[in-house]
């Protein structure tokens, strides 16, 4: 894919593993790279991988990743000619993509009002019907609790609440019965505008066993658009995806192309620009219907590009700079499996937790790969989504990926955080996900009461004991552990106050 003009020098406008990520793909490329980061991220592995890193100051999201002004004015002052938004934040903010071109540079993502119409989710489906793409009967919301009662009613109970600014589970709330309907209401109302700075909600009929899957599409904003296939997403948490993978174990080829079809007409209709993703729900029966657009790279992008051997992110750096799609999608083959590693808690109900990594070993071998921003003395930070990593199996066929992910998570160690690892171990081994059966609702439903198998029959973690050991053996060096610890914090270890020097000079 030719590009129309160069890019020199590209700013992150994100954290963690996705601007690492990134960092790495503009760096094969030639293009240099601007890292941002606030006080909690000082230190942090995307700040030194990068070229350059600016410090944003703040200490909370609206204080630093969030300020429009702040990030836009860090891109001109560090000379970058383009911002690459990542996910979430502001990657579908369409006032920071305008700011962006406003200030003479590349936003690389779609236009400013293509997030505008496919953010709002009731003027997505306004577009979505437009199309012709199957929806889920939706009710506005009334001026009184009379008028919110007989919206629901007249849906049939159950409904969810959603935000039509949201995204990502925020703003959501199921109502089984006109009795909770004001609360949730509430409650959605407040987490969307905290969320999201738009405290619109809107009623949706509930589908209350789907499956949700979403179709990989890329447009070069010619109005070319090509589509790179499905990923199954019905592994999830209270509405937050889990556990990821390409191709779904549950459609056929018809519906399928179907699917595919659909999405790429959406994205069609607007001239599409850069990655995009169509989400579905489907049912027993096998009927679809459009869910929402994300106007995005997805956190789940990886299993796309591991059954189609592409870099997404250089497509989107490409196109951004003016190239055309190729001619036609690439083959896809085998299967690709992704799991988010979340400092969590699944035997409490998934509650976030925090901490120091004292220890990380990432898993290696065929098929595997991480997408990963942590290291020994990471401080995992509270005021950030808790998601730590992301590992990826693939292999050629569904059941050999599935074995060679269970035996990645088993060799992952990180130690000094209570994490997700061990839940995602058993959903793994769970009979209704290697039958492909798995649900939206189904962790709720077969996880509720979770225990760790080591506190669920009192036996003691042999792997994690090792694995604690070799660590605490690495790190004092041995028989000179006792002297090591006393005289950490007096004389720390030149290695750990290097900052931002790399082999083969200094980094800015």
């Not at 006080?39 to 942090?44: F, K, T, V």
């Not at 065929?366 to 020994?376: E, H, K």
Request: net charge negative.
């Amino acid at each position: 894919m030719p590009a129309t003009h160069d890019m020199k020098r590209l700013l992150i406008a994100n954290r963690g593993e996705i601007a690492c990520r990134i960092i790495r793909t503009a760096s094969e490329m030639g293009i240099e790279t601007v890292a941002v980061y606030s006080e909690p991220d000082r230190g942090a592995l995307h700040a030194s991988l990068a070229d350059r890193a600016v410090a944003l100051g703040g200490d909370t999201p609206a204080t630093s990743y969030l300020d429009i002004a702040r990030v836009v004015d860090a891109a001109i002052a560090e000379g970058a000619d383009a911002v690459h938004p990542g996910y979430g934040f502001l990657a579908e903010n369409a006032t920071f993509a305008r700011a962006v071109t406003d200030a003479g540079l590349v936003f690389v993502g779609p236009r400013a009002e293509t997030i505008e119409s496919m953010g709002d989710k009731i003027s997505a489906r306004r577009i979505a019907v437009d199309c012709g793409l199957p929806v889920i009967p939706t009710a506005d919301l009334g001026a009184d609790d009379a008028a919110r009662v007989a919206a629901a009613t007249g849906l049939g109970f159950p409904v969810v609440v959603k935000a039509a600014a949201g995204g990502g589970g925020r703003g959501m709330r199921v109502v089984t019965e006109r009795d909770g309907l004001a609360a949730a209401l509430d409650g959605a109302r407040r987490e969307a505008g905290a969320a999201f700075g738009d405290d619109r909600v809107y009623l949706e009929k509930y589908l209350t066993d789907p499956r949700h899957i979403e179709v990989q599409v890329f447009g070069d904003g010619s109005g070319r658009v090509l589509h790179l296939g499905e990923r199954e997403c019905s592994v999830q948490r209270r509405h937050q995806k889990i556990i990821e993978e390409a191709p779904s174990p549950a459609i056929d080829d018809e519906l399928r192309e179907e699917m595919g079809s659909a999405a790429v007409a959406l994205a069609e209709s607007m001239g599409y620009l850069g990655a995009g993703t169509v989400e579905f729900v489907v049912d027993d029966e096998g009927r679809f219907y459009f869910l929402e657009m994300n106007t995005r790279l997805q956190v789940e992008h990886a299993v796309t590009e591991m059954v189609t051997s592409t870099d997404l992110v250089r497509w989107q750096l490409e196109v951004a700079s003016g190239a055309s799609l190729p001619a036609s999608a690439p083959p896809r083959r085998g299967h690709a499996i992704e799991c988010r590693v979340y400092a969590e808690d699944p035997a409490a109900g998934f509650v976030p937790t925090a901490g120091v990594v004292r220890r990380v070993e990432h898993p290696s071998g065929p098929g595997i790969r991480v997408d990963s921003a942590l290291f020994d003395g990471f401080r995992v930070p509270v005021e950030y989504d808790p998601m730590l990593a992301k590992v990826v199996a693939w292999a050629p066929d569904r059941d050999h990926a599935i074995a060679r992910m269970r035996r990645a998570l088993e060799e992952l160690a990180l130690l000094g955080v209570v994490t997700n690892i061990a839940f995602l171990v058993d959903v793994l081994g769970d009979p209704a996900f290697t039958a492909g059966e798995f649900r939206t609702t189904t962790v709720e439903q077969r996880y509720a009461d979770w225990r760790r198998a080591s506190d669920r029959d009192g036996a003691s973690d042999d792997l994690a004991v090792a694995a604690a050991a070799a660590a605490l053996l690495v790190t004092a060096g041995g028989a000179g552990a006792t002297s090591r610890t006393a005289t950490r914090e007096q004389a720390p270890d030149p290695w750990e106050t290097l900052g931002a020097w790399r082999v083969g000079g200094t980094k800015e």
